[in-house]
């Protein structure tokens, strides 16, 4: 998912972000034997504790979109990250780092 990322301290999917979301889970429609981690993360501001439920939230609930667009549940599993592996070190605020990412746990 390029550019999944959310307001500070918010785990809401923008809109914008459900046509990406969209042609995800229709790859994992078309490919029926692949499973998929969604990686929650979240910038370096805030408690270890609320970034950690934070990032967890936002791979929840990018899961669930890709539920309600017909993906078994079982294929589609979330963690958060919280405020590790940084994708901007530059600034710990970075938009960057307030996203999701989908990584392929199977293939056939």
């Known amino acids: 998912l390029d550019a999944v990322t959310f307001p500070t301290g918010s785990s809401t999917v923008a809109s914008q972000a459900h046509d990406q979301i969209g042609r ?3 790859l994992l429609l078309a490919y029926p034997d692949v499973t998929v981690e969604i990686g929650g993360y979240t ?3 805030g408690s270890t504790t609320i970034n950690a ?4 939230e936002r791979a929840d609930n990018v899961r669930q979109a890709m539920i309600d667009r017909g993906v078994e549940s079982a294929r589609v599993t979330a963690k958060g990250y919280g405020e590790q592996d940084p994708a ?4 710990g605020e970075s938009a960057a780092n307030r996203r999701v990412v989908v990584r392929v746990m199977k293939r056939g």
Do not use: F, G, N, Q
Not at 53 to 56: A, P, Q, T
């Open 88 to 91: 901007e070190t530059t600034s």
């Open 43 to 45: 910038d370096a501001p």
């Open 53 to 56: 439920r934070l990032s967890k």
């Open 24 to 26: 995800v889970a229709d």
